[in-house]
């Protein structure tokens, strides 16, 4: 967010009279408090990454069998139950999905490598 | 209840076959990739029988007027839930309301042309001579004996199992069993009754060169493209039972390979058997692709067809597995 | 001894038993009493009679299929005729014209005038061999070899339900709209399936068909 548009919504705050605002995008959060006429803008540094550990022993696959690319992208939002990954147990797939909504960080398995039961498989930054 | 929303043709209601009634001149039908099909009722936790959707063109879009679970298997596609995708092979959750789309996907790892819709509870059509498949010749079975039209809204049975709201997969068995000749699919051949009534060069060349499949192919029997199958001598034999496999031979000199809904008798000479363990493969392979024909000895293709129940074995075995595991970790939400 | 029928395999899922000799009742009546025997065999699933021919579908392809092929061809040897006293219809037919598309590929291969085709086509009474090719459709026995025409050289891929047809030595009618490699040579109108009666089919071999000439179009 620029400046200039902080300023546009510091100025809706004083306006309506709402005392704080907490914006959350992929790069941390913004807090803007409207201290009666005056503003004060504060960006907080990111949320540590949640590494999600696999709840199983398995072969970790980035992508499905079928597929050439990854289910996700990093820097890419995720909603809470979304597939991010598998986990293959013989001819079986177990999906591993994302625990909470948020922004996929980056795999933090390869795919096609065996992770035991808690190997971080992928790291996300919760909303 | 399903309603089907696109108004694309060929899609069928089909079971594993409709067996006992050859003797009416009732083929058996059923579903073109039986191993796609069953692997979905598996995972679903429905009888092996149960009844899906097969889809052989796209876009093709339902509603589901009920919240069930249900799965895509066979060919590779691009699939949504509204707006959330669906991956083939993995179970998902459907709620009341929701639209599935399937279109036509990109670049697989495994081109194929037939994605099968299972459902929790199966399709619930009545069934017709033992089967629920659709029989298109004698406008009986599946629903109302024909193909799915827009505004056609089908019955869904009783869910064995408790919803699951994300599901389980299998890894599809072109993956896990490939076969492939000069990197051209393969399927594997039986020699046929009149194999050696074809002149030597035409029995060279259907085991040595690729044949098309044209676009005259469908779920009675694919025609293919290639060098000419010549007999020595014309042959024009009594008509007896045939079954799905059974490659004819026309006078025009380029095999038919008689598919699920081929008619179950037929008179022209036959220069092999597609074996029984690779029917899924062939029902899978698209128009315009081709195919290579390897020959095997009958205990090869026994040993093929054990092959392919160890695999639904395997199936059987892990998905039991996977729901305790599951379970166990709290994975469920 | 007589000639042993020719077992062959039909893929994995079935085999196919070819009687020997000219096509003949007799040898169809030992057919319907072997296709009875071989139903209460564990290893069959279906037993299908063609023309002087019988197919069975396995419930599993055995490992070795020779010991059933030895049990088959000793119950074929040992099978009696037999006798089914069924009923007749009459069909008439319009032969020829719209009604028979394939009239004048039958006479170029016979050299026979349409009426002398139809004269010989509704002569005999055809006793239903067996069923087979779509749903309630019948395989006659007993067509005059005059009128023998082969099967065409590529399948056409609609005819017409009740399209009277010639494929080889062999003659028939058209359950339902279908493809076929046969020659249509006339029309008749009748319902041969009814999914929800029980048998389904309106014919069962051993049953009979007259053919009755409604008219020739030249």
Not at chain 2, 81 to 96: E, K, N, S, Y
Not at chain 2, 118 to 137: E, F, K
Request: with cysteine; glycine share 12%; proline share 7%.
């Amino acid at each position: 967010m620029t400046n200039e548009q902080m300023e546009v919504v510091a100025g809706w705050l004083v306006q309506t009279g709402i005392a704080m605002l907490e914006l959350d995008g992929p790069d941390g959060q913004w807090l803007i408090r409207n201290d009666g006429g005056t503003t004060t803008l504060t960006q907080q540094s990111k949320r540590p990454a949640l590494a999600v550990p696999s709840p199983h022993a398995g072969v970790f696959l980035t992508r499905h069998p079928l597929h050439a690319g990854a289910f996700v992208q990093a820097g890419s939002a995720v909603s809470k139950g979304q597939i991010v990954g598998l986990l293959q147990v013989g001819v079986l797939l177990v999906p591993v999905v994302a625990p909470r909504d948020g922004v996929f960080v980056n795999y933090a398995s390869a795919d096609r490598t065996l992770v035991g039961y808690a190997t971080p498989l992928f790291e996300m930054r919760p909303l | 209840m399903i309603e089907i929303l696109s108004s694309t043709a060929l899609a069928t209601v089909q079971d594993l076959g409709r067996f006992g009634a050859l003797g009416w001149g009732v083929s058996h039908s059923g579903a073109m990739d039986r191993l796609a099909l069953t692997a979905g009722n598996i995972l679903l936790g429905n009888d092996e029988n149960c009844a899906g959707i097969e889809i052989p063109i796209f876009p093709f879009r339902v509603r589901f007027h009920q919240a069930c679970d249900l799965v895509l298997t066979g060919a590779d596609h691009l699939a949504r839930l509204d707006d959330v995708p669906v991956w083939p092979w993995l179970t998902i959750h459907a709620g009341a309301g929701q639209i599935l789309t399937i279109e036509r996907g990109g670049p697989s790892r495994w081109q194929a042309s037939r994605v099968y819709l299972c459902v929790a509870g199966g399709i619930d059509v009545p069934l017709a001579l033992g089967s629920r498949s659709t029989q298109l010749r004698g406008q009986f079975g599946g629903h109302q004996g024909r193909t799915l039209q827009q505004g056609d809204r089908l019955p869904v049975g009783v869910a064995a199992q408790a919803l699951r709201p994300v599901g389980m997969g299998i890894v599809p068995p072109a993956l896990t069993m490939p076969l492939e000749v000069d990197a051209t699919p393969a399927i594997r051949v039986l020699r046929a009754a009149e194999y050696a009534a074809f002149t030597d060069q035409s029995c060279v060349e259907f085991w040595a060169k690729s044949w098309k499949i044209t676009s005259q192919s469908d779920r009675y029997g694919y025609r293919l493209a290639g060098p000419m199958i010549e007999p020595k001598y014309p042959l024009e034999l009594r008509s007896h039972g045939i079954v799905p496999g059974v490659i004819q031979v026309p006078h025009g000199g380029q095999p038919i390979i008689q598919m699920r809904d081929a008619q179950p008798s037929g008179g022209y000479p036959k220069i092999g058997t597609v074996i029984d363990a690779d029917l899924w493969r062939l029902g899978q392979a698209p128009i315009g692709s081709s195919v290579r024909f390897v020959e095997v000895t009958w205990a090869e293709a026994v040993r093929a067809l054990q092959d392919v129940t160890d695999w639904l074995d395997e199936v059987r075995r892990m998905v039991a597995l996977g729901l305790t595991v599951r379970q166990e970790a709290g994975h469920d939400q | 001894m007589a000639h042993d029928p020719v077992v062959s395999m039909l893929g994995t899922t079935a085999l196919l038993l070819e009687a020997h000799g000219e096509t003949s009742l007799g040898t169809q009546q030992k057919i319907w009493s072997l296709s009875g025997q071989v139903m209460d065999w564990p290893e069959v699933l279906e037993a299908v009679p063609g023309m002087n021919n019988l197919m069975l579908c396995f419930r599993q392809p055995p490992l070795d299929p020779q010991p059933l092929v030895t049990r088959l061809l000793e119950a074929w040897h040992t099978a009696r005729p037999m006798t089914m006293e069924g009923r007749t219809i009459e069909l008439p037919v319009i032969y020829g014209g719209e009604a028979g598309p394939h009239m004048a590929d039958v006479m170029a291969h016979t050299g026979l005038g349409a009426e002398e085709i139809a004269e010989i086509h509704s002569a005999p009474l055809y006793p239903v061999y067996a069923l087979g090719s779509h749903p309630g459709y019948c395989y006659l026995g007993g067509m005059d070899h005059r009128i023998a025409t082969p099967r065409r050289k590529t399948p056409v891929l609609k005819i017409p339900g009740g399209a009277v047809s010639i494929g080889g030595f062999q003659t028939g009618v058209s359950a339902s709209d279908g493809p076929s490699g046969w020659n249509t040579i006339g029309t008749t109108s009748m319902v041969f399936f009814d999914v929800s009666k029980q048998p389904p089919t309106l014919l069962q071999p051993g049953d009979s068909i007259r053919f009755r000439i409604q008219q020739v179009v030249r």
